[in-house]
C-alpha cells in the first residue's frame, strides 16, 4: 500500500475568492449557453458570444487555464 503525505499550502483569501468568482460564472455560462443557429439574425449575430456553446466554452476553458496557473504558482518549488 502507498503512504499518502499531506503538505499545507497558503492561500490568501482574496485570491480564493477570486478564483471562485471566476470558476462560478464560467459554469453559470455553461449552464445557460444555447446552441447557435445555421442562418442567425441580428439578435443573434449582436449577442454575446458566451450566449453560445462555443463562446462559453472557450470562456470557460481560458479560466480554468487562468485558476490551475494561479494555483501552480503557490506551490512551492523543491
Known amino acids: 500500500m502507498s503512504e499518502f503525505t499531506f503538505e499545507m499550502v497558503s492561500l490568501p483569501r482574496v485570491q480564493l475568492d477570486q478564483i471562485l468568482i471566476q470558476m ?28 453560445f456553446y462555443s463562446g462559453a466554452s472557450g470562456y470557460a476553458g481560458a479560466t480554468l487555464r487562468d485558476c490551475i496557473q494561479q494555483l501552480e504558482t503557490l506551490i512551492p518549488l523543491k
Open 24 to 51: 462560478q460564472r464560467a459554469e453559470t455560462l455553461c449552464r445557460k449557453a444555447r446552441p447557435a443557429s445555421r442562418h442567425p439574425d441580428m439578435d443573434e449575430l449582436m449577442a454575446e458570444p458566451t450566449e
